[in-house]
């Protein structure tokens, strides 16, 4: 039986010229979290949302605003995406030297610290920083667009981060984003993961369709 799943639901899959709406028929339709992907076109071959969008936002959502950096240097934007809104900010451990550093950083603003392993980065990675972080954010794919296919391989890393997790008694959550559908989803919940980030498979069909995507999301549909 997989555990239950939160939905984060990512906006790069939403209509950007209609953010705000897009926020508020994702909330009502029952999604957990909103995740922002903030791109660099340096760190990843893509370039997305700024902390002024972040800002714009927060109004349209109560939901916590889950900001997943992809961009090298992370910590001089930390400070403004806190103060934008974010609610939990994930670093990637790829993106800098001095990861336990932007960790603290992030707590230091009043956010939520997270951490995001590429797919080539093994798990055993954020086991010096486990405590020093919330949230643990696999990527299923290589970060940088949406719409791609989930790699498989990264099922056995959410396996181990879940053992790391549960053996150090700590409350981290366990988060897996790319190429998320309700196949996908329902297999990565099996290996260990609790939030689920999804794009395509969330914004598919319409506003009509969100509830019922997210519903499939959970396995519960
Ligand atoms: C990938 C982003 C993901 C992506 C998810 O670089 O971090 O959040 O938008 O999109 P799908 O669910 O379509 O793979
Ligand atoms: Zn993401």
Redesign the pocket.
């Known amino acids: 039986m997989p555990r239950a799943v939160r939905i984060a639901p990512?906006i790069?899959?939403a209509d950007f010229a209609r953010l705000g709406a897009e926020l508020r028929a994702v909330t009502d339709a029952g999604a957990d979290l909103i995740?922002i992907?903030v791109?660099d076109g340096h760190f990843?071959p893509?370039l997305t949302i700024g902390p002024g969008v972040v800002k714009a936002l927060k109004p349209h959502s109560g939901l916590p605003f889950d900001v997943?950096l992809?961009i090298a240097p992370a910590d001089p934007f930390i400070p403004q995406f806190a103060s934008s809104g974010a609610d939990i900010i994930t670093v990637h451990a790829e993106a800098g030297p001095h990861l336990h550093r932007s960790l603290a950083l992030i707590r230091d603003q009043g956010c939520e610290a997270g951490v995001s392993l590429n797919p080539s980065t093994p798990a055993e990675a954020v086991a010096p920083v486990l405590d020093a972080v919330d949230l643990v954010l696999v990527?299923s794919?290589?970060?940088?667009?949406?719409?791609?296919s989930f790699i498989d391989s990264q099922l056995d890393k959410l396996d181990r981060l879940r053992r790391m997790i549960d053996d150090s008694g700590r409350d981290i959550a366990l988060e897996v984003?790319?190429?998320?559908n309700a196949e996908t989803g329902r297999r990565a919940a099996e290996a260990g993961a609790d939030i689920l980030?999804?794009?395509?498979?969330?914004f598919a069909g319409g506003e009509e369709s969100y509830a019922e995507n997210i519903l499939r999301l959970r396995g519960n549909a």
């Open positions: 990512s790069l899959s995740h992907d791109m990843v893509n997943h992809m990527m794919v290589n970060p940088g667009f949406a719409g791609q984003d790319g190429g998320i980030v999804a794009g395509t498979a969330a």
